[in-house]
């Protein structure tokens, strides 16, 4: 029995990690916004190209950056 309670609370922190981590993945320094910036302004939205300038950072954190605080609702 002790097994499967501590198994289930291992659960909700490995879930809750992963939450925060993700939570903080998508702050981006003022540089890493800067370079996203540039970089679309002069390749558009190849989000892998311009991911691959910021060590750490994926093509789909990049584009969820830049729709969450770029997209235009028109």
Do not use: C
Request: glycine fraction near 4%; charge should be negative; avoid cysteine.
């Amino acid at each position: 029995m002790a097994d499967s309670e501590h198994s289930s609370s291992n659960e909700n922190f490995t879930d809750t990690q992963e939450e925060t981590s993700e939570a903080t993945k998508l702050e981006f320094s003022e540089d890493e916004e800067t370079l996203i910036i540039r970089m679309f302004n002069l390749v558009g939205e190849r989000w892998a190209l311009i991911a691959g300038r910021i060590p750490g950072r994926t093509a789909e954190e990049i584009e969820k950056y830049w729709t969450t605080r770029y997209s235009t609702s028109e």
